[in-house]
């Protein structure tokens, strides 16, 4: 579940405009808990399975590589919308009776 | 450690994957070094909040496939002379028998795994199938109350060991697949890591 979670909030970052490794870490670091060394994995994974595409720039006078959310990518995190949705739904079936029990 | 200490410490602790998987994880760190320098944050600190080597080691080796990692280690480094490529020939029947032997202990060992995964919920399944047709059984009979009870009995009794099995061996499955997952990394860091640094420490 918390792998997946990952390779969604890494789409997610990259999926208004292109970003760097370093960007995304500090981006997402609000809001999960990722390390450099975590992220790595979930790039290369991502890239293998053409949710995103890297390309390399020169940044400063050395290489970075930026990475580029592709149509899957997109797809995915339309999938996850989606799935999510209905379960808020049942969340808030779930939390909406356990308050009016006890008020009762 | 310096930035140039990690790079040199890492790409030794990664000697033996492919050139492009190594080229790639490098650069990857490298590029995170740089970028955390460049946001301000010392050089030491920089590498040091990576993580320790090991880790990194872990977790990118945790993402290529074992057969990957073993071909790289076979493959010949450079091109084989002649006379090597006839000692590889007229030495065949020693070395094939031994690498297709590996081969194969390798795939039944991967095979046990499975079966017996497997032939544990064939056997839970099979318990509660015993106990719902003994259920069903006793009402069919027609020997009488008494052995419509007794079946009934033995019915539910091995529904309800099969439904209590089936958590214990989820538990099971759990500790293999966990078992398994660490000796696979540690089949991997076999092949993976530097052997000659310390060669090379006392030649220095």
């Known amino acids: ?104 | 450690m310096s930035k140039t200490e990690f790079i040199e410490q890492l790409r030794s602790a990664l000697n033996g994957l492919s050139e492009e998987d190594l080229k790639k994880s490098v650069d990857y760190y490298e590029e995170m070094i740089d970028d955390r320098i460049e946001d301000g944050i010392p050089e030491e600190e920089a590498v040091s909040g990576l993580g320790s080597i090991e880790e990194i080691q872990n977790k990118i080796l945790k993402e290529i496939p074992i057969a990957n990692i073993v071909k790289e280690k076979i493959k010949p480094k450079r091109k084989l002379g002649g006379l090597e490529i006839a000692l590889l020939v007229i030495g065949a029947p020693l070395w094939v028998p031994i690498v297709l032997s590996l081969i194969i202990t390798g795939l039944s060992l991967y095979m046990s795994f499975w079966t017996i995964i497997l032939s544990l919920y064939v056997t839970d399944f099979s318990l509660f199938l015993s106990g719902v047709f003994c259920i069903v059984a006793a009402f069919m009979q027609t020997n009488g109350f008494a052995t419509g009870l007794f079946l009934s009995g033995i019915g539910v009794a091995l529904t309800g060991v099969s439904v209590l099995l089936f958590f214990g061996f989820n538990q099971i499955v759990k500790g293999m697949f966990f078992l398994s997952k660490k000796f696979v990394l540690w089949l991997k860091k076999l092949f993976v890591g530097e052997k000659k640094s310390s060669a090379e420490a006392t030649a220095v």
């Not at chain 1, 995304?24 to 053409?50: G, N």
Request: net charge negative; charged share 30%.
């Open chain 1, 1 to 104: 579940m918390k792998r997946g979670l990952l390779d969604v909030c890494v789409l997610a970052a990259i999926k208004d405009e292109d970003s760097y490794g370093y960007r995304i870490v500090k981006d997402l670091s609000p809001y999960v808990e990722i390390s450099e060394s975590t992220l790595y994995p979930i790039l290369r994974r991502l890239e293998s399975s053409q949710m995103l595409t890297v390309r390399t720039a020169e940044h400063n006078g050395r290489l970075r590589k930026y990475y580029h959310i592709t149509d899957s990518g997109v797809e995915r995190l339309k999938q996850f919308e989606s799935e999510w949705k209905e379960l808020m739904q049942i969340y808030e079936y779930v939390t909406r009776e356990g308050g009016s029990h006890e008020q009762n």
